[in-house]
């Protein structure tokens, strides 16, 4: 009998599964179509439990915030601009971009609007934690389901594959370095850092790499 402990053990790399695309980035079954938006929509999910938390933003939104305060750009222009910077750091790692991508930036926002006014606003320290948990654990979760698609990862996303792939790196790892450096240059640039953004920055990496373990073992993988 497979341990409960096992089930969770982090996947070293990406996992090819039943759901995942071919060759092409832009053509998809509809199975491939559902899994993609499924994992995108979680991944929402899971950024608006961390807001209604209310204890500290990912560390992306930080360097956002750092950058605005140089610039005198707003949140939004400053992550525009990141994400088409990340993009061109896609090009010395051989990421492509594909309809994932373009989903990407629609499904999410989407998702947010939708299920932001869902989520409490706890006041007590303790259920804000578990809410940032709980969240973080859905971003895990959907990335798993939307990467394993095949059909292009966003920006932040591909940067992660692309740099696991180039230097052979745990895929978890990967994460977790990209999330700190980014904290710190955002921090370092004045941008607010929170609990729940060192929770989010510690432990997303492990989260996503338990998810593709997870999908792994739950779906029949290609080799």
């Known amino acids: 009998m497979t341990k409960f402990s096992d089930w969770l053990r982090p996947a070293l790399t990406v996992p090819r599964t039943s759901w995942s695309a071919g060759e092409s980035n832009w053509k998809t079954s509809p199975k491939t179509f559902l899994v993609l938006v499924l994992g995108l929509w979680l991944f929402g999910t899971g950024e608006a439990a961390f807001i209604a938390a209310n204890i500290g933003v990912s560390p992306w939104t930080v360097f956002a915030e750092g950058i605005s305060l140089h610039t005198g750009w707003s949140i ?56 940032d948990l709980f969240g973080i654990i859905l971003v895990g979760l959907g990335s798993a389901l939307y990467i394993t698609s095949n059909l292009g ?22 994460r977790t370095m990209i999330e700190v450096v980014v904290l710190i240059v955002g921090w370092a640039l004045g941008g607010k ?26 779906t029949p993988t290609l080799r």
């Open 76 to 131: 939004g222009q400053s992550t525009f601009v990141i994400s088409c910077s990340v993009l061109a750091f896609w090009i010395p790692l051989k990421s492509k971009p594909g309809l994932g991508t373009i989903m990407n930036i629609i499904v999410i926002a989407l998702a947010l609007d939708v299920m932001a006014p869902i989520f409490p606003n706890p006041n007590q320290l303790g259920p804000q934690i578990a809410l």
């Open 193 to 218: 850092v929170g609990l729940g953004t060192l929770l989010f920055a510690g432990l997303i990496g492990q989260s996503i790499a338990m998810a593709f373990g997870v999908v792994s073992r739950v």
């Open 153 to 174: 990862p966003g920006p932040r996303d591909g940067l992660m594959i692309g740099i696991h792939f180039k230097t052979g790196i745990r895929i978890g790892r990967v």
